[in-house]
């Protein structure tokens, strides 16, 4: 774990010593990663082997920390947890584990069981794998290895793919020639993922191809079923997702295509069209009428709102505080649509040292205008507070961390667009497509009577 | 001079020599599982016949990290809150920035309250060659970055597990940073009852913030507030006790570190919920003669005036608690009768009663239970979190005044709440907030209370205006089901059907394996 840190701060350079020390960093564990995807998969339902405080601490600081939702009906009390104490540290937890598991087939409805198993079997050395084949034949139960101290939610999320796959995928009997699956968008840890994995299938349909989007879909255990039948998978972030993406190459033989980002606005929506349609063969004709037909529509709209886009907040100094994937896809539109000058963009998702390249390459080349923002890699709070304060800035797209302290020490609009939004409700809410830019402009507006 | 008010049930003095409080298994025989008549409870109870149990099917309950350590000792406002833990333990600390704050802008409230904490985010290297280095580098880093005056060290199963030694660091520390280092000892795993989490952070206050007294505070009263009361809750506590001369020493939440090192100085310290308060009002009279009562709660009317007369007599302020009692009753008495004669009317049109099951914490259980019969509603069963020895004699005094009823003690478990619930069958059903599907369990579900950040007038529970306000927040919750109706009748209920035609909620419990129930 590695930080880029700008600023600095009072503690000088001794402050990389431990750069993962940090004020409320913006992810949560690896059990919560995988416990969030797993509440995400709609018929399973999640068994926690952990301590009886994992899965309220995720409720709260994970569900809830995305716009104020919760964990749905295998969620928040609902989850059934081993709750293990000192006498499963001394005596093990196993003989705990097996009897919630089989309680749990037994009382709970759901067609997929994922046991996630938490520091405490970790540190103790519980053979979870052996206490879940013994459930063999009565339901399909898999097993996620996680730990709190494994590493951050993102990792949990592949984590769960992984145990996915190797629990559940068998060799598909065919392969779907337009069917893609998508990964990439983090439950939980992208705050619009509901509405964003909704978009995106739509946006595939319009060029006719398939889209299992693997979450929030009532397929359930069927859509996870269906991923070795995809003939790609579509990464839409710069590294999370990338190993489910490899694993299902090595496995299935199934190629990947990583956009590293989802688009917003039309110019990248259509670019996105254009590199699906291209690598699945559909035909360019069709292709374009529809990005012409969906781009006529957008812009008839957009002008109702340019007057007041351009009252309230034209060509405004802008901060970007969030996942990559999202604050990509959110600055290449300010910058190439809506001609905001992008000052800053602080990518707190705390990605491999290897696609950091990459990521500062997509926030900083092929923008329009004059200003290419300042990029930091950080997810401490404290620390991006600092580095908000060195800039001149308007208009701050963040968390809700950063909600008070745009308006103190900045004098500048906020809106939570990242994780942790614990001041906005987000259910069907996202800014993908064509018209994900309208709906921007709309919650933006919120803040800002106009002049009349 | 301290009115044990209710329990004699003595769990023995609070050794500040150890580490750590004793857990609440250990220290008041705390459970967490009964099923069956509050009288019988009380009597198994006494006879030391009760006894914790394995359940063979659990949910997410809270450990005594977080139930809520993490979100609360975060407000305390000249500090730093460091959790030695794996990153998920402190997540639901990430609202500390934006839910209190406003709070404070919309209550005009003391204007330094930028919180601060820090994770040392233990991983895989931690785990295996001990993280007593980060520990260390986190205490001096919050020492560079904010200057606390105080830094509180919350541990956690991991931390536990791997056998960290925070008190070496703390005492390698001590005298090189400015702030106090205040070690908690809150392993998850410790304990089945989230109050020990309590228990353990006041024996840290106690055994290093608290200090000798320079003076005593004649007008300075303890409240030691629980994270299910709210700033209006405050607002009111410090009207009322400003009647008869007093100030609150309001903590933990929003407490200065100087709030915590000046409680010995107290004249009282005064419950706002007893099973929380417990230890600290114990520690404080043993180590530094701070008197204390334990019940009742400035919870309904009745329970108020009590409350007020208590701190009177104790204080020497009868004639101004009689006064302000007058006072008040005349104020709120005829506004409590349009909110019975509401629920009267309710009453009828449901066949002459109205039935509420409360989920309640054991403080609640006491305080809240008699409010109810203020109210004019019927309680013929109530949830109750945990329960230990140490509001024993309460829940008899309770017994005595409202009749036997059901009990159902278990930690928010969903399951056993749901049978409950389609087994009773109540006209209401008052829930804590984030319990899941809760409002699908039955037609009539509502909030039982709020919680801390929610500063608005309708979410006020403690005394006269709290009073009130609950009422009328109850009330209305009766006039329009639509919302709790619908989702029942449309969304899926998570428990298989045979679940509720078998008769026992507690089916899933091991009774071989230990048999609390």
Redesign the interface.
């Known amino acids: 774990m590695t930080l880029t840190v700008i600023g600095g701060g009072p503690g000088g350079p001794k402050a990389l010593e431990y750069p993962e020390i940090s004020e409320s960093p913006r992810f949560t564990c690896a059990l919560g990663g995988a416990y969030g995807a797993t509440l995400a998969t709609f018929g399973a339902v999640p068994i926690l082997h952990s301590g009886a405080g994992c899965g309220m601490a995720n409720a709260h600081g994970m569900t809830y920390a995305s716009g104020l939702n919760s964990g749905g009906a295998q969620g928040t009390t609902t989850t059934p947890c081993s709750g293990l104490i000192e006498e499963h540290v001394v005596f093990g937890g196993e003989d705990k584990l097996r009897r919630l598991i089989g309680s749990t087939i037994k009382l709970m409805k759901g067609d997929l069981y994922v046991v996630i198993s938490g520091c405490v079997p970790a540190l103790i050395g519980d053979d979870v794998d052996s206490v879940v084949a013994e459930f063999k034949g009565q339901a399909p139960v898999i097993h996620v290895r996680t730990s709190g101290f494994a590493g951050n939610s993102y990792l949990g999320y592949n984590m769960y793919l992984d145990a996915v796959i190797d629990g559940l995928l068998e060799p598909p009997k065919a392969v779907e020639k337009r069917l893609v699956n998508i990964l990439g968008i983090v439950p939980n840890q992208h705050v619009f993922w509901k509405g964003e994995l909704r978009a995106i299938k739509a946006l595939l349909e319009k060029i006719g191809v398939r889209a299992n989007t693997l979450f929030s879909d009532f397929g359930s255990i069927g859509t996870l079923k269906r991923i070795p039948e995809a003939s790609l998978n579509l990464v839409l972030n710069p590294f999370c997702g990338l190993a489910a993406a490899r694993k299902l190459e090595g496995r299935f033989g199934t190629p990947f295509l990583d956009l590293n980002f989802a688009p917003v606005g039309p110019k990248d929506t259509g670019a996105f069209l254009r590199a699906v349609g291209r690598r699945l063969k559909v035909p360019a004709r069709k292709v374009e009428a529809v990005i012409k037909e969906e781009e006529r529509d957008l812009y008839r709209h957009m002008e109702y709102l340019a007057e007041m886009f351009m009252i309230s907040m034209p060509h405004a100094f802008t901060a970007f505080v969030g996942d990559s994937r999202t604050i990509i896809g959110l600055l290449r539109f300010g910058a190439n649509e809506l001609g905001i000058n992008p000052v800053l963009a602080v990518v707190t998702d705390d990605p491999p040292e290897e696609v950091r390249g990459t990521i500062s390459s997509l926030l900083t080349e092929n923008l329009e205008g004059a200003i290419r923002p300042r990029v930091v890699y950080d997810y401490d709070a404290h620390r991006i507070r600092q580095a908000l304060k060195e800039e001149t800035l308007q208009v701050i797209l963040a968390s809700s961390l950063e909600k008070y302290i745009a308006k103190s020490e900045n004098e500048a609009f906020h809106m939570s667009i990242s994780y942790p939004v614990y001041d906005r409700l987000v259910v069907d809410r996202h800014y993908l497509g064509f018209r994900g830019g309208i709906s921007l402009l709309e919650d933006m507006s919120l803040d800002f009577a106009g002049p009349l | 001079m301290t009115e044990k008010t209710g329990n004699k049930s003595d769990p023995g003095p609070i050794n500040l020599e150890d580490i750590t409080c004793p857990t609440r298994e250990q220290r008041a025989n705390g459970i967490t599982a009964f099923n069956g008549k509050a009288s019988e409870l009380v009597e198994r109870s006494k006879a030391g016949g009760l006894r914790n149990c394995?359940?063979?099917?659990?949910?997410?309950?809270?450990?005594?990290?977080?139930?809520?350590l993490?979100?609360r000792v975060a407000t305390i406002r000249d500090a730093v809150m460091i959790i030695h833990?794996?990153?998920?333990?402190?997540?639901?600390?990430?609202?500390?920035?934006?839910?209190y704050?406003?709070l404070y802008?919309a209550m005009n409230g003391p204007q330094d309250f930028d919180f601060?904490?820090?994770?040392?985010?233990?991983?895989?290297k931690?785990?295996i060659y001990g993280a007593a280095?980060?520990l260390r580098?986190?205490i001096e880093?919050a020492g560079?970055?904010h200057s606390p005056e105080a830094i509180f060290i919350l541990t956690?199963?991991?931390s536990g597990?791997?056998g960290e030694d925070v008190e070496g660091v703390v005492g390698e520390l001590k005298g090189k940073v400015k702030a106090t280092l205040v070690p908690i000892h809150c392993e998850?795993?410790?304990?089945?009852v989230v109050q020990t989490g309590y228990d353990a952070f006041w024996h840290g206050i106690l055994k290093y913030l608290v200090r000798e007294p320079r003076k005593r505070q004649k007008d300075l009263v303890n409240v030691a507030s629980m994270l299910s009361y709210t700033w209006q809750d405050k607002i009111e506590i410090t009207r009322l006790l400003a009647k008869l001369g007093l100030r609150p020493n309001f903590i933990p939440e929003f407490a200065t570190v100087e709030g915590f090192r000046s409680l010995s100085e107290a004249a009282l310290t005064a419950p706002v919920c007893p099973t929380y308060t417990d230890y600290l009002s114990r520690g404080l009279e043993q180590e530094h003669g701070v008197p204390y009562f334990l019940y009742p709660s400035p919870i309904g009317i009745a329970n108020t005036d009590e409350w007020l007369r208590t701190i009177g007599r104790m204080l020497g302020k009868e004639k101004e608690a009689e006064g302000a009692i007058r006072e008040e009753k005349a104020r709120w008495v005829p506004k409590m009768d349009q909110i019975r004669a509401g629920f009267e009317e309710v009453k009828k049109a449901n066949g002459g009663d109205f039935r509420v099951m409360g989920s309640l914490g054991q403080g609640r259980l006491v305080t809240q239970t008699p409010f109810f019969h203020e109210l004019g509603v019927s309680t013929p069963v109530a949830l109750c979190q945990d329960f230990d020895d140490l509001l024993l004699e309460d829940v008899e005094n309770l017994l005595e005044r409202v009749g036997d009823f059901d009990i159902v003690v278990n930690?928010?478990?969903?399951?056993e709440v749901a049978h409950t619930a389609r087994k009773y069958d109540p006209d209401m059903i008052l829930s804590c907030p984030?319990?899941?599907?809760?409002y699908k369990r039955e037609k009539g579900m509502t909030r039982i209370h709020a919680l801390r950040g929610d500063g608005r007038k309708w979410s006020a529970q403690a005394g006269y205006a709290g009073a009130v306000a609950c009422g009328s927040f109850l009330l209305q919750a009766t006039r329009n089901r639509a919302f709790q109706n619908v989702m029942l009748e449309k969304?899926?209920?998570?428990?298989?059907d045979w679940?509720y035609r078998q008769p026992d909620p507690y089916f899933?419990h091991?009774k071989a394996a230990g048999g609390g129930s």
């Open positions: 394995e359940r063979d099917f659990q949910q997410n309950a809270g450990c005594i990290l977080n139930f809520y993490t979100v833990a794996p990153v998920g333990c402190s997540a639901p600390a990430a609202l500390y920035r934006e839910v704050r406003r802008s601060h904490w820090l994770t040392t985010n233990i991983g895989e931690d785990v280095d980060k580098f986190a880093e560079r970055r956690s199963c991991a597990i791997i998850g795993i410790r304990s089945r930690t928010f478990q969903a399951a984030f319990q899941g599907s809760a969304t899926e209920d998570p428990y298989k679940w899933f091991n």
